[in-house]
């Protein structure tokens, strides 16, 4: 079996085209512009490229873009101060701080700061715990991206066996949530699962974030499964020329690839969504704020 390839760099597109309409319809129905508040502490040059990115496509999809760009050595007094100022700004519906921080801020206290209504990424406790009890909450941008894969590719996920390999508060956490919602059999492994090979072959739908190099091969896999892979880990490849890197997921695409139903690429699969998510939840954020329906199919 040779795979389908759910190609999400296209799926972005064309959320980011469904938050351009909503956009254009809030400025013309309400006098509204959504407004997202980019937040970098640091020189990080990953991060760099994604708060770039970010800012971008926040004016493409016709939002303000407002980006707040620190020295490494900010002090969390500084960082908080901004962050209440945000909180504050009719302006500004959404609020993001990019991760990772500096190791000198405390990362829980400074996601925590932010108004939960704010919270574009689905970070904030309140926002976590409302959706680990089945309510209305701001969800985690890579999860609900991949979500909005899944469903498209698999229409009604009821009754399905899921595997999430990672047990991280942004990812593995969220997305099993989403699943369980979506009445999917949900199994969170990790790392030291004992036999995850075993585990991970009886599911219908695989979500790999465990943070490792092409970690699932093609023989844990159930044939026709479908699998997400949210891994992006570059390596080094002198094939490629010296200094050169390649990205890879957590999953070995090319055998992998042979044994699944579908499968997101590394690049070009979750990546992308993860943006184009942010741009919906700053539109969703925006709706909630000022009493406006939201946009149907932009949220979980
Ligand atoms: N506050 C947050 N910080 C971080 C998040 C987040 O959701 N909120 N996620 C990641 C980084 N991230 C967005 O911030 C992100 C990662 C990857 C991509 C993406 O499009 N990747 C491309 C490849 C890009 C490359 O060449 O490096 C792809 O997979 O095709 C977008 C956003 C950590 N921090």
Known sequence: MTA??????????????????????????????????????????????????????????????????????????????????????????????QLPLPDHLDEALVINSIAPEKDVDGFHISNVGLLATGQKSMVPCTPLGCLMLLRDQLGNLSGLNAVVIGRSNIVGKPMAQLLLRDSCTVTIAHSRTKDLAAVVRGADIVVAAVGRPEFVPGDWLKPGATVIDVGINRLDAPEKGEGKTRLVGDVDFASASEVAGAITPVPGGVGPMTIACLLANTVTACCRANGIAEPEGLTA
């Open 4 to 97: 389908q390839i759910i190609d999400g760099k296209a799926f972005s597109a064309k959320v980011r085209g469904q938050v351009a309409e909503h956009v254009t319809r809030l400025k013309a129905d309400h006098g509204l512009t959504p407004g997202l508040a980019v937040v970098l502490v640091g020189e990080d040059p990953a991060s760099q490229v994604y708060v770039r990115s970010k800012g971008k496509q926040t004016i493409e999809a016709g939002m303000a873009s407002f980006e707040h760009k620190l020295d490494a050595s900010t002090s969390e007094a500084d960082l908080l101060a901004l962050i209440d100022q945000l909180n504050t700004d009719p302006a500004v519906h959404g609020i993001l701080v």
